[in-house]
């Protein structure tokens, strides 16, 4: 397995951990006291305030940006860009990916913006890799 492909199964776990994240308000508690309603899991999401709705919002943007880094892989992988190559715009991708999602749950809007653009710019690179 490349470094790019475990990048991949990481970028597609990345989203089910701010989903999880969100959800930690609600653990170990039932459902009538606050716990997470597994019944209407999206309206108990929708009425989560503060750090856990921040993590909610950030799982939401993971699954936004992974087509475009999937698809990035996929073109280069097709035009056989060299695996180095690769590998550094996925590890880019995956460490911009992170970031903001720390600084999205930290409330960080600014530098939150500017990760965010340090994926997109790695995922875009990849269409572009030889």
């Keep these: 397995m490349t470094i790019a492909q475990i990048c991949l199964l990481v970028a597609c776990l990345l989203p089910i951990g701010c989903a999880g994240l969100a959800k930690s308000k609600g653990f170990g508690k039932r459902r009538r006291d606050g716990g997470f309603d597994n019944h209407q899991p999206r309206e108990w999401l929708a009425k989560l305030a503060g750090w856990q709705a921040r993590a909610n919002a950030a799982q939401a943007n993971s699954w936004e940006a992974l087509p475009i880094?999937?698809?990035g892989l996929f073109v280069a992988y097709q035009h056989q860009a060299a695996?180095?190559?690769v590998d550094l715009l996925a590890l880019g991708f995956i460490?911009?990916?992170?970031a903001y999602v720390a600084l999205y749950v930290a409330d960080q809007a600014s530098l939150r913006s500017?990760?965010?653009a340090a994926g997109m710019a790695a995922s875009?690179?990849?269409f572009f890799a030889r």
């Excluded at 460490?95 to 992170?98: E, I, Q, S």
């Design 124 to 126: 875009v690179g990849l």
């Design 83 to 85: 695996q180095a190559t």
């Design 114 to 116: 500017l990760l965010w």
């Design 69 to 71: 880094f999937i698809a």
């Design 95 to 98: 460490a911009a990916r992170l």
